[in-house]
Antibody, heavy 121, light 110 residues
Framework: EVQLVESGGGLVKPGGSLRLSCAAS????????LIWVRQAPGKGLEWVSS????????YYAESLKGRFTVSRDNAKNSLYLQMNSLRAEDTAVYYC??????????????WGQGTLVTVSP | QSVLTQPPSVSAAPGQKVTISCSGS????????VSWYQQFPGTAPKLLIY???KRPSGIPDRFSGSKSGTSATLGITGLQTGDEADYYC???????????FGTGTEVTVL
């Protein structure tokens, strides 16, 4: 059974940093592109970043480049999102999801339950 | 501001059909596969349709997807109260080198 479990969310002050983790199981982790998607309260889905299985293909939403860094540890079946210089508008539920075997993310078939990040003084 | 436009809401009576449109451009829908997601309040999205018109295992054939040019459509037939949710389209945008989601559509069963 494919499972994705996010952790690391919480309350952080503006300008602070947070590292999210996503622990995966039930599939050949290193073969799949993985992504982060966020959803601000009452808003729609926003793609954040994706990373291919080999880490050769990494993409970010333009508005987040330079502040967020995605990484993965295939030996630990884990995906990470390092978030720096956080702003109030980064407040959202952050989901990790499994992409396809393709290098660009075209669809996401399994999702974690999400972890809430709140940026507030 | 999303590059994929969906109607904010659609509604129909139980048993009827609804369609949700997703309008984009050549850099996204026009040249890439479209997927559709269903999301209930407080829960993670769920994949309904991928590669324009394919259904993952376990998704009933009441849900269908199609694409023509720079637009895509999700159809739901035999509408049920359990279909009340938000629906999002998504695709890769070649110009942006980014995945883009649609603005989202709320389905209401009257």
């Amino acid at each position: 059974e494919v499972q994705l479990v996010e952790s690391g969310g919480g309350l952080v002050k503006p300008g602070g940093s947070l590292r999210l983790s996503c622990a995966a199981s039930g599939f050949t982790f290193s073969s799949y592109t993985l992504i982060w998607v966020r959803q601000a309260p009452g808003k729609g889905l926003e793609w954040v970043s994706s990373i291919s299985g080999s880490t050769n293909y990494i993409y970010y939403a333009e508005s987040l480049k330079g502040r967020f860094t995605v990484s993965r540890d295939n030996a630990k079946n884990s995906l990470y999102l390092q978030m720096n210089s956080l702003r109030a508008e980064d407040t959202a539920v952050y989901y990790c999801a499994r992409g396809s075997l393709r290098t660009i993310p075209e669809y996401f078939d399994f999702w974690g339950q999400g972890t809430l990040v709140t940026v507030s003084p | 501001q999303s590059v994929l436009t969906q109607p904010p809401s659609v509604s129909a009576a139980p048993g009827q059909k609804v369609t949700i449109s997703c309008s984009g451009s050549n850099s996204n829908i026009g040249n890439n596969y479209v997927s559709w997601y269903q999301q209930f309040p407080g829960t993670a999205p769920k994949l309904l349709i991928y590669d324009n018109n394919k259904r993952p295992s376990g998704i009933p054939d009441r849900f269908s997807g199609s694409k023509s040019g720079t637009s895509a459509t999700l159809g739901i037939t035999g509408l049920q109260t359990g279909d009340e949710a938000d629906y999002y389209c998504g695709t890769w945008d070649t110009n942006l080198s980014a995945y883009v989601f649609g603005t989202g559509t709320e389905v209401t069963v009257l």
